[in-house]
């Protein structure tokens, strides 16, 4: 099993978001945020090219930039709970099983945003993005090869996190200034 960080930062903080990785990168492992290069996969996943060994996954949405950190493969995913048209979505992106689950509870957007953060953390895991086609899993289900894990935030937004196997998950939602590091 797998442990994680997850790093979360408040949008007005005037730091760009390469700063914000490489600070919350540099606090999780303890090296200098110069040593951090993020580059991406020819399939567009980011990682750090002079820290492969660091594996992390952003997300950003309403209020928040977040990273998700660990020493193996990882996807995340935050989202603000937005008035939308859930049904419409749901039907265009979402499996049958799915669909169905939805109708049954009402389409609670609460209930919907957990449906939606837990596809996007899986296809940011798999690094294959929306590539991969939202439809053509279920996260209602066990997926082979990765676990799920939905992480309590605050009222009004949904997190989770995707890996091989989960073990603890840590949040840090301090601003990390200068002197943290």
């Given at each position: 099993?797998?442990?994680?960080?997850?790093?979360?930062?408040?949008?007005?903080?005037?730091?760009?978001?390469?700063?914000?990785?490489?600070?919350?990168?540099?606090?999780?492992?303890?090296?200098?945020?110069?040593?951090?290069?993020?580059?991406?996969?020819?399939?567009?996943?980011?990682?750090?090219?002079?820290?492969?060994?660091?594996?992390?996954?952003?997300?950003?949405?309403?209020?928040?930039?977040?990273?998700?950190?660990?020493?193996?493969?990882?996807?995340?995913?935050?989202?603000?709970?937005?008035?939308?048209?859930?049904?419409?979505?749901?039907?265009?992106?979402?499996?049958?099983?799915?669909?169905?689950?939805?109708?049954?509870?009402?389409?609670?957007?609460?209930?919907?945003?957990?449906?939606?953060?837990?596809?996007?953390?899986?296809?940011?895991?798999?690094?294959?993005?929306?590539?991969?086609?939202?439809?053509?899993?279920?996260?209602?289900?066990?997926?082979?090869?990765?676990?799920?894990?939905?992480?309590?935030?605050?009222?009004g937004y949904s997190?989770?996190?995707?890996?091989e196997k989960i073990?603890?998950?840590?949040?840090?939602?301090?601003?990390?200034?200068?002197?943290?590091?």
């Amino acid at each position: 099993m797998s442990n994680f960080s997850v790093y979360i930062f408040d949008m007005h903080n005037k730091l760009s978001e390469e700063e914000r990785l490489y600070r919350a990168a540099s606090h999780y492992s303890g090296l200098a945020p110069d040593v951090f290069c993020k580059v991406k996969t020819k399939g567009g996943k980011p990682f750090f090219q002079n820290a492969p060994h660091i594996k992390f996954s952003i997300s950003h949405s309403g209020e928040y930039w977040a990273c998700a950190f660990g020493a193996t493969e990882v996807g995340f995913d935050i989202q603000e709970h937005k008035r939308c048209r859930y049904r419409d979505i749901a039907r265009r992106f979402f499996n049958l099983a799915e669909n169905e689950h939805l109708e049954a509870c009402g389409y609670a957007p609460g209930e919907f945003y957990r449906i939606w953060t837990a596809k996007e953390s899986y296809i940011k895991f798999t690094g294959r993005g929306l590539s991969q086609g939202l439809a053509t899993f279920s996260v209602l289900s066990p997926i082979e090869g990765a676990q799920l894990k939905h992480i309590p935030f605050k009222e009004g937004y949904s997190m989770c996190i995707c890996a091989e196997k989960i073990g603890e998950v840590l949040l840090n939602t301090e601003n990390l200034n200068p002197a943290d590091i």
